[in-house]
């Protein structure tokens, strides 16, 4: 009876051990953009498209410990589209590993309504890394994704360009309460830029480069606690004024880029607890064989 309770007891203790490494931190940031771009040409003036690119990054690695790097990804796309017509989106997926499972960047031309009108969506999903060691590690992920596009104008005079921004924002950290390996500071950002300017730039000085948004992801200097963010909102256009004055025809530019970067510090399982975990299995399994120790 004694040693029925004695094996019962160790397997229990052995299915804690084996169940630690699921309590690790894990943080999420997902994140899409709605946005479109309009031109107003001045009485007379038109604004034809050209062709534009759409690109889309993903990065990641994770190191334990820090002389020991882990394993690092990173994939890089990019796809030529006419703004009449909706193209293949550009997409950046990271193959699963242990510590990030899923960090994707995509962007896509959805059409004309009232303007031109992209999607620009973004995740990443990573553990604390330093499972079996006895240091601390550090999980470091990044995406970016962009278009641009190109307005071919007639006439000198001023063009008014509008940028608008329709946004969600979710950034969650999960299961860093309890257990092993936990993170204990967590630093990033969350950018949208927009660049605006012209071929003749270096005769008129008509460039603009403006942050639509930018969002700071938390940080500290112990365990952190759980927590989940949701922030919606919409970035109002922003009007840009192009004095085109090379000739009857000039070309406007626009670029729009999301930005994300984050790095975790964590907190591996101690290895102590690995060498009481191995020793109750080492127990269990003489206890199988009748032996004693």
């Not at 896509?108 to 999903?125: K, R, V």
């Not at 990573?126 to 601390?136: D, K, R, Y």
């Not at 924002?169 to 830029?193: E, I």
């Not at 942050?211 to 759980?226: I, K, M």
Request: glycine residues 10%; hydrophobic residues 35%; aromatic residues 12%.
């Amino acid at each position: 009876m004694r040693n029925k309770r004695l094996l019962q007891f160790l397997v229990v203790l052995c299915a804690l051990w084996w169940a630690l490494p699921a309590l690790a931190g894990t943080v999420t940031l997902t994140q899409s953009h709605a946005v479109q771009i309009s031109v107003t040409p001045p009485a007379g003036a038109s604004a034809n498209p050209d062709t534009g690119t759409l690109t889309a990054f993903a990065d990641g690695s994770a190191e334990y410990p820090y002389e020991h790097p882990g394993p690092e990804f990173g994939q890089y796309t990019s796809v030529a589209f006419t703004p009449l017509v909706s193209p293949t989106p550009a997409d950046a997926t990271l193959p699963s590993g242990t510590y990030m499972t899923a960090t994707q960047a995509t962007t896509t031309y959805n059409g004309y309504s009232t303007g031109y009108d992209f999607a620009l969506s973004q995740t990443q999903t990573g553990s604390a890394p330093g499972m079996a060691s006895g240091n601390p590690g550090t999980l470091y992920q990044t995406t970016a994704n962009s278009f641009d596009m190109s307005f071919n104008v007639d006439l000198a005079g001023t063009y008014v360009l509008g940028v608008a921004d329709v946004y969600t924002l979710l950034c969650q950290l999960q299961n860093n309460g309890a257990g092993f390996p936990f993170f204990t500071g967590f630093t990033g950002y969350t950018d949208l830029y927009v660049d605006v300017w012209t071929d003749s730039y270096s005769f008129n000085d008509t460039g603009y480069a403006s942050l639509l948004l930018e969002e700071q992801l938390g940080d500290g200097a112990s365990r952190l606690t759980d927590f989940t963010s949701l922030q919606s909102g919409i970035n109002l256009p922003q009007n840009f004024s192009f004095a085109v004055t090379a000739g009857a025809s000039d070309t406007i530019n626009v670029s729009v880029r999301l930005e994300s970067d984050y790095t975790g510090s964590t907190v591996p399982l101690p290895p102590a607890v690995w060498l009481f975990g191995s020793g109750l299995t080492g127990l269990w399994l003489m206890r199988r064989r009748g032996l004693r120790p």
